[in-house]
Structure formats: structure tokens, C-alpha cells
């Protein structure tokens, strides 16, 4: 089960998402055979971990996101994942339009797997102040826990 998460800068959402499913599928289903990335539409931000922002935000939490580095979305990722979950429907238009038609139905907006939240994206926190970064990590929180009952789900199903 492969996932990548894609934002615009690789430096705040996906790389939270990151961090946040893996410590969470550690700690909560550690059954499920799992690998996790995470990638930008943008490159202005490649080779540099997060933002300081979000990363202090994350730690509080109990998240270590200080050894990941931004990349950009390769055309390999869309061979090599599963599930390519966008934070926004703007990026999930980039990837639209990078994928090859076959890769279409494994591109999804993050928060589908978030139902119970009501809102459809993980808005960008980075022009924005500190309660931004929370929100990024209560909506990233919840779609990781629906997520992993998701694949669970496909586990017991294959
Ligand atoms: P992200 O946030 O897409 O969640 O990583 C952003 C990071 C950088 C920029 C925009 C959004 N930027 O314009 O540099």
C-alpha cells in the first residue's frame, strides 16, 4: 500500500500528512504494509525541510517531520502509488492534468477520507498566522484515522 501526498511547496500539508500517517499507522495499525511519501506541484521549495512553522506546530503534537525535504511530483509517482491524495482541488487539477489517463482513479482529495470534518480541502496555512497550523494538523489528524480504517478495510477485503 503505497500513498504520496501532494500539496503546493512539499513544505507544510503533504509533509504533515507524512509524518502524521506514519506515526499514527505505527502506533495504531502497525498490520498494514505501508509506504509514505509526499511531493509538491511547485518546486521552489526542493532539497528544504518544513516549514519551521508547521514543524514546531507538528512536535507539539508529538510528530518529528524535521528529517523530510521537499520534492517535486515525478512522472514515476504515478506508477509507483496507490493512492495520490491532494490537499486541494488545485493541486488535484495539476495532477490531473500530469497523469496518464490509467493513473486518474488513484488521484483523490485528501479529505474524502475525512468526511465528518465538512470541509473538501486542507486550506494552505503559509501566508497565514499560527492557528493555521493547527488546523492543518486537526484536518490531517482525522482524514489519517478515517484513511487507516480505510485500508484496513482493503486488507481484510483482499
Ligand atoms: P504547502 O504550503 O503547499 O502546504 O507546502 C506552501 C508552501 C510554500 C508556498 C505556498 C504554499 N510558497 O508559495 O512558497
Redesign the pocket.
Known amino acids: 500500500m503505497r500513498i504520496l501526498f501532494v500539496?503546493?511547496?512539499?513544505?507544510?500539508?503533504?509533509p504533515t500528512a507524512e509524518g502524521v500517517l506514519r506515526t499514527l499507522a505505527a502506533r495504531e495499525a502497525p498490520e498494514l504494509p505501508l509506504e509514505v511519501d509526499s511531493a509538491?506541484t511547485a518546486g521552489?521549495?526542493i532539497g528544504e525541510p518544513p516549514d519551521p512553522r508547521m514543524r514546531h506546530a507538528a512536535a507539539r503534537r508529538g510528530y518529528d517531520l524535521s528529517s523530510l525535504r521537499a520534492r517535486v511530483v515525478e512522472p514515476g509517482d504515478f506508477e509507483r502509488f496507490d493512492l495520490i491524495l491532494a490537499?486541494d482541488r488545485d493541486n488535484l487539477q495539476v495532477l490531473r492534468h500530469g497523469a496518464p489517463v490509467p493513473a486518474h482513479e488513484r488521484l483523490r482529495l485528501f479529505l474524502e477520507f475525512a468526511p465528518e470534518s465538512g470541509a473538501a480541502e486542507v486550506p494552505?496555512p503559509?501566508y497565514g498566522g499560527a492557528k493555521g497550523f493547527e488546523e492543518v494538523l486537526d484536518l490531517v489528524e482525522a482524514a489519517s484515522r478515517g484513511l487507516l480504517a480505510y485500508l484496513r478495510a482493503q486488507l481484510r477485503a483482499a
Open positions: 500539496c503546493l511547496g512539499n513544505i507544510c500539508r503533504s509538491g521552489y521549495h490537499m494552505d503559509y
